[in-house]
């Protein structure tokens, strides 16, 4: 019976830890608040008025897209006397962006492999006919 070494099965604990990671990011950036509220923090600190200021949403709603950004580890909140400004975690976004980066790769890969091949087999008929003398 084949059994797996110790090591094996914490790299693959540690990749599905990873995996989820990835899957909370993508999952909290699939909302455009979400995205929008990134896209203002990537420009620096913010405040919870401040970052709930262009939307139409109230205090309460915004906290609640906070605490899910926060979660998959996006943002972090610290406190400064009475104001708790929220920062990008520019790492979580990394995370994803190498995610992205490497099966845009895979992908580029595939697609020229069978770019290749389709050209190949349109030129292997007028080949065949050229031979025949069609």
């Known amino acids: 019976m ?6 094996e099965q914490l790299k693959e604990a540690e990749v599905t830890v990873v995996e989820d990671r990835l899957g909370d990011t993508f999952a909290a950036l699939a909302d455009p608040t979400r ?22 949403i ?13 979660r998959c ?6 406190r400064h006397a009475q104001f708790r400004p929220c920062h990008l ?5 990394d995370s994803a962006v190498d ?3 490497q099966n845009r790769r895979i992908w580029t ?14 030129r292997s008929p007028t080949q065949a006919r050229k ?3 069609r």
């Open 58 to 70: 109230t205090l309460p709603g915004i906290s609640k897209h906070l605490k899910v950004l926060e």
């Open 2 to 7: 084949w059994r797996r070494s110790i090591p």
């Open 109 to 122: 890969e595939r697609f020229d492999k069978l770019d290749a091949h389709l050209q190949e087999i349109q």
């Open 35 to 56: 995205r929008a509220i990134v896209a203002r923090l990537a420009t620096g600190d913010a405040t919870v008025n401040e970052l709930a200021a262009p939307f139409d």
């Open 73 to 78: 580890g996006l943002i972090s909140r610290t």
């Open 99 to 101: 995610w992205i980066e």
């Open 131 to 133: 031979v025949e003398g």
């Open 89 to 93: 975690e520019h790492e979580a976004l």
